[in-house]
């Protein structure tokens, strides 16, 4: 069954500390991995896609198929990171997405 | 470019009553989804569509129906609404090439 999982439901740190949140895949196919992010008062928008293979605002994940996880990660967290973190993924050959739980990040000044 | 717009904002239903959920885009995007988000559960599809005229379930679509007659709009109906259906809802739409999904603002239901 395809499936993904955010195990924090919340994730607080300091300014300036690393932050890792966490997503694992379930699918069989060839998966496409997003995250998702959505800012106090403001719509859901795409942070991260792994085709892209970029860095947004600092942030970097990196598609492991042999683990099965899609970990977003910042090596310095600012308070303006405070927000609800979704990991997606895109089943190929369909046009549905799963999102998982989510995670609120809290970045403490 | 508004992009994806939702409305009503917020609503309160009775039980028993229906509604209509409405989301516009104006990005030309082919496909369109509408999800719902319960606290802790993340977003779960209720119903898509690949164009006008075509429509599909998704993991959550008893107690709803789409309609899609042109590309722009994607109308949500509940026609008897139940307390399960207090929610988020959220309309998104993409373009067939690209995998970036565009979210409305969202509506916030309450069914009492």
């Known amino acids: 069954a395809q499936r993904v999982t955010q195990p924090e439901k919340l994730l607080s740190v300091f300014k300036g500390a690393p932050v890792e949140l966490k997503c694992n895949y379930s699918?069989?196919?060839?998966?496409?991995l997003f995250w998702y992010v959505q800012y106090s008062r403001q719509r859901l928008q795409l942070l991260l896609r792994?085709?892209s293979r970029e860095s947004i605002k600092g942030f970097t994940a990196d598609l492991n198929k042999g683990e099965t996880s899609f970990h977003l990660k910042k090596p310095f967290a600012q308070e303006e990171d405070s927000a609800m973190y979704y990991c997606?993924?895109?089943?190929?050959?369909?046009?549905?997405?799963?999102f998982g739980t989510g995670t609120r990040l809290k970045v403490l000044a | 470019n508004a992009g994806v717009t939702q409305t009503p904002k917020f609503r309160i239903l009775k039980i028993g009553q229906s509604m209509t959920l409405q989301c516009t885009q104006d990005?030309?995007?082919?496909?369109m989804y509408w999800y719902r988000q319960d606290p802790g559960m993340g977003l779960k599809l209720i119903y898509y569509?690949?164009?006008?005229?075509?429509?599909d379930k998704g993991e959550v679509p008893n107690g709803y129906n789409v309609s899609r007659s042109t590309t722009e709009d994607f109308p949500l109906r509940l026609e008897l609404a139940a307390p399960s259906q207090t929610s988020v809802y959220f309309c998104?739409?993409?373009?067939?090439?690209?995998?970036?999904?565009?979210f409305g603002p969202g509506t916030r239901l309450t069914v009492l």
């Open positions: 998104a739409s993409r373009d067939s090439s690209y995998n970036e999904q565009f």
């Open positions: 699918y069989s196919g060839s998966p496409e």
């Open positions: 792994h085709i």
């Open positions: 997606a993924l895109g089943a190929s050959g369909t046009y549905k997405y799963i």
């Open positions: 990005m030309n995007h082919n496909y």
């Open positions: 569509s690949v164009g006008a005229g075509i429509t």
